[in-house]
């Protein structure tokens, strides 16, 4: 089980944190091309997911490789999942539906979630 986590944590750690950093960075422009809703929150809201994406992403994989608290990769793979049903939220709100992603991260956050569990 502890392989499964790592395995599973990591790619969700990955993606998070790559987008968390194009969320950071990024100039709105750029990310109007990727990120249809972006004209629909404001910047500093962007930001802040972003910012969140990538505590999530530290947050998965830092406690249990470290064994100082590893209950907050539970924290995050949970916060991670309601950051996605957010995100489907507000893709479905807007008139870009495309949810897929969404839907795939959501999944594999809440087996995260199940994963960080054997961890405690």
Known sequence: ??????IVAGLLALFSLYSGVIKV?????????????????PLPAVRALGT???????????????????????AAAL??????????????????RRITLNLGLLATAAVTTWLATGLL
Not at 1 to 6: I, Q
Not at 25 to 41: C, F, G, K, Q, T
Not at 79 to 96: E, F, R
């Open 79 to 96: 916060g991670l999942v309601l950051l996605q049903i957010g995100a489907i939220a507000v893709h479905l709100t807007g008139a870009d």
């Open 25 to 41: 960075v990024r100039d709105p422009d750029l990310l109007r091309p990727m990120m249809a809703w972006v004209d629909r929150i």
């Open 52 to 74: 969140i994406e990538v505590l999530g992403a530290v947050g998965l994989l830092l406690p249990p490789a470290t064994g100082i608290a590893p209950w907050t990769a539970l």
């Open 1 to 6: 089980m502890t392989l499964a986590y790592w």
